[in-house]
């Protein structure tokens, strides 16, 4: 079974530019969550979706948001970029109730 | 917010060494998981512990779930080279709206051949 897919793996924007980022679950997972890995901050939950439907949101600005498809593919788009929003992305994906997260490996974004 | 204090923040250790590990939490969680992390890559999930005081073995990898369901170790017994990377507890409450990861901040290990 193919694992989660996350594209691209690496990104280079600039302030003030926007970004979308990709994530395919394992198939059959329902649940797609997205982290930010810094550093400093270590993994911190952005968002959940679960059926199309944003289930859990973390902690951050509105500039960051995410989206759901029927396929279960999900997508999380950055605008105005800082220079803070560079990190590690990662999403992981779950059947959706009490069960384990699998991570997939991550898109690497870069903002100058 | 749910925070974990993970420790230690990194170890150094000779092959063949056992390596201790663990999490506390200042609330409860339904499950515990453990990853590990190597550079480039996502975490990789290691063990999933569901009921506390569960103890359960992957390998030469050992985690328990505290009975408080507050805390979590891991152990790594007869460590190798290959176990070099971040290991990092997450717990997990599921059920209704609250669906999320929380970690600790990660056990850089390092193994010395």
């Known amino acids: 079974k193919a694992g989660v897919t996350q594209t691209p793996r690496y990104l280079i924007k600039t302030r003030g530019q926007q970004v979308t980022l990709s994530c395919s679950p394992i198939?059959?997972?329902?649940?797609v969550s997205w982290y930010q890995q810094t550093p400093g901050q270590g993994l911190q939950f952005l968002f959940e979706?679960?059926?199309?439907?944003?289930?859990n949101k973390g902690n951050f600005p509105g500039r960051f948001s995410g989206r759901q498809f029927s396929n279960s593919r999900s997508e999380m788009n950055v605008s105005t970029l800082e220079l803070g929003d560079s990190a590690l992305y990662l999403c992981?994906?779950?059947?959706?109730?009490?069960?384990?997260?699998?991570f997939g490996p991550g898109t690497r974004l870069t903002v100058l | 917010g749910q925070q974990l204090n993970q420790s230690p923040q990194s170890m150094f250790i000779q092959e063949g060494e056992d390596v201790s590990m663990n999490c506390t939490s200042s609330?409860?969680?339904?499950?515990w998981l453990w990853y590990k992390q190597e550079p480039g890559e996502g975490p990789v999930l290691l063990i999933a512990?569901?009921?506390?005081?569960e103890l359960t073995s992957n390998g030469r990898l050992t985690a328990q779930f505290g009975i408080t369901r507050k805390d979590s170790f891991l152990n790594i017994s007869a460590s190798i080279p290959s176990d070099v990377g971040i290991y990092f507890c997450?717990?997990?409450?599921?059920?209704?709206?609250?669906?999320?990861?929380?970690f600790g901040k990660g056990t850089l290990l390092t193994v010395n051949p």
């Open positions: 979706y679960f059926s199309e439907t944003q289930r």
């Open positions: 609330s409860i969680f339904n499950t």
């Open positions: 512990l569901y009921k506390a005081g």
């Open positions: 992981a994906s779950s059947l959706g109730y009490t069960d384990e997260q699998f």
């Open positions: 997450a717990g997990l409450n599921s059920g209704g709206s609250n669906y999320k990861l929380t």
């Open positions: 198939s059959g997972h329902r649940s």
